[in-house]
């Protein structure tokens, strides 16, 4: 079982930097693909950035790809997303996630995760 809790977001103006934080519980943090989504209102939650249990690749989302910078610190049981050259359209409530992945590979899909934090919500103001 692994708890994710959320931290970082706020109001922001369009061009501004956000950086959110996602702590996990447990001993086994490394034994864990990550991921970062986000949920617009009316919208499907998406795929932002997935980064592998060992840290190193990493994969975007087109949408915010050379914005966006996903990292993790094991020592720490925290996984990190560098948000820069913010834009409206990147305003959601973002959500950590996390994988048991034994094969050390980068995970994109939703249905593909089997803990989620609660969320923090990021509005970006034009």
């Known amino acids: 079982q692994v708890q994710l809790i959320e931290s970082g977001g706020g109001l922001v103006q369009a061009g501004g930097s956000l950086r959110l934080s996602c702590a996990a519980s447990?001993?086994?943090?490394?034994?864990?693909?990550m991921g970062w989504f986000r949920q617009a209102p009316g919208k499907e939650r998406e795929f932002v950035a997935a980064i592998r249990r060992s840290g190193g690749t990493t994969y975007y989302a087109d949408s915010v790809k050379g914005r966006f910078t996903i990292s993790r610190d094991n020592a720490k049981n925290t996984v990190y997303l560098q948000m820069n050259s913010l834009k409206p359209q990147d305003t959601a409530v973002y959500y950590c996630?996390?994988?048991?992945?034994?094969?050390?590979?980068?995970?994109?899909?939703?249905?593909?995760?089997?803990?989620w934090g609660q969320g923090t919500q990021v509005t970006v103001s034009s």
């Open positions: 996630a996390a994988r048991y992945d034994l094969r050390n590979t980068v995970v994109t899909g939703t249905h593909e995760y089997d803990y």
């Open positions: 447990g001993r086994t943090f490394s034994s864990y693909a």
